[in-house]
């Protein structure tokens, strides 16, 4: 195999089209079945039920904004239990992407919607007494349709690049620098995961199915490539996917204002996440519980939408009810499951109710006035989800 040197340090790196062949080989086999395997090895299990830090002095927990993926339960129950020894009080729900899970007397669930008056995709986290889903049949039809966005987008995300769609690739090209031959390696890995999605369809768990296959594949040759190679690959992928983001038909998912009826029918209760990605729905006045005022992405604005929730509430008289803050977390278990050189170092950090924001002092402030904490929240919450 060619091997070229780096031209500053003189260390060598294969050139990706020394690596690229148009054959599936065993290795590429292998490689497929372990990115869309959900069955945890002894080692897997140990780094998810082994938490990096243990929150001693946090009494009280807080999460209502995670996702469990194809990791079980009783792993990540171990993983609290370590974590926050001491917790007197606590409100977990999972979220999981348009898939309804429960924990203890709750479910949850991240559901993909659209939001017609401003013409984009937002996300809502809905949460039930598990009873209230019981016979919630309409619900379950309407998440089981969208559950299908993130395979969709994925077959459209692979097209883009084995067809190839030449606008698109020329645009992610020109974005990220990346050359003829990387762009060839890189069809040549996606043509041989369509190849073989379609050779193993039948076993392949459906959860596995979205845009992070991809990641995860060319993530499995960087002993072989290297981190910076990997890297260049990851940042086009990014680059393509975002496009096809983009262009996608949001005519697909249902309306925002559509999914808050079906829940209020059920008697479940509606939270806006991600507040900075998603400004247009905070101003929208959507009949919903409460918004997310941080979480990893979104901390920039924390304070200012604590005020802006805080002075709604003064304005609403003592029978409406009021709108709660929330901090998520947005902890993705799978991210756990990988070996650590392979884990996205900002998403593998979080972890369920970890949210240092109710500490940190200037927050504090502005919450105390209010008479605000995790354990007002978690009252107030629960009432509404039972009441």
């Not at 372990?34 to 009494?59: F, G």
């Not at 999981?96 to 991240?110: A, C, F, K, R």
């Not at 979205?210 to 993530?219: C, T």
Request: charge should be negative; include cysteine; hydrophobic fraction near 40%.
């Amino acid at each position: 195999m060619k091997l070229i040197k780096h031209s500053e340090d003189g260390t060598e790196c294969r050139t990706f089209q020394a690596v690229a062949t148009e054959e599936i080989t065993d290795d590429d086999r292998e490689r497929f079945f372990q990115v869309v395997s959900t069955d945890l090895a002894p080692w897997q299990v140990e780094q998810v039920i082994t938490p990096p830090s243990v929150q001693v002095r946090q009494e009280a927990l807080l999460a209502v904004h995670w996702h469990p993926e194809f990791v079980d339960m009783e792993h990540i129950r171990t993983r609290v239990n370590a974590m926050f020894p001491n917790r007197t009080e606590e409100l977990l729900i999972p979220t999981q992407h348009n898939v309804l899970m429960s924990w203890e007397n709750y479910t949850g669930v991240e559901v993909d919607c659209f939001s017609s008056g401003f013409n984009r995709k937002v996300q809502l986290l809905l949460h039930f007494a598990n009873e209230r889903v019981e016979n919630a049949n309409v619900l379950k039809s309407m998440l089981a349709h969208t559950f299908k966005y993130r395979s969709g987008q994925l077959f459209e995300f692979m097209h883009t690049i084995t067809k190839p769609d030449e606008a698109r690739i020329n645009q992610a090209a020109k974005s990220t620098g990346a050359d003829a031959d990387l762009i060839e390696f890189v069809r040549i890995n996606v043509f041989k995961v369509e190849q073989l999605l379609d050779a193993n369809w039948t076993d392949v768990p459906r959860l596995s199915v979205k845009n992070k296959l991809l990641r995860n594949w060319f993530d499995t040759m960087r002993p072989t490539l290297g981190d910076n190679a990997v890297d260049r690959v990851q940042a086009y992928l990014k680059a393509v996917k975002k496009l096809v983001k983009q262009g996608f038909n949001l005519s697909f998912f249902y309306r925002a204002s559509e999914v808050i009826e079906e829940v209020r029918g059920l008697g479940g209760c509606v939270i806006i996440p991600h507040p900075e990605q998603f400004w247009p729905i905070l101003l929208r006045n959507y009949d919903v519980d409460g918004i997310e005022v941080w979480n990893p992405q979104s901390q920039e604005y924390t304070e200012f939408l604590i005020s802006v929730v805080n002075e709604q509430n003064e304005r609403r008289s003592a029978s409406e009810r009021k709108m709660l803050i929330f901090m998520g977390d947005d902890c993705h278990m799978g991210e756990k499951t990988k070996p650590v050189d392979q884990q996205d170092t900002a998403k593998a950090a979080r972890e369920i109710g970890l949210q240092p924001a109710w500490d940190d002092l200037n927050i504090r402030k502005k919450l105390i006035v209010n008479g605000i904490s995790r354990r007002t929240i978690i009252r107030e919450y629960k009432d509404r989800l039972t009441g």
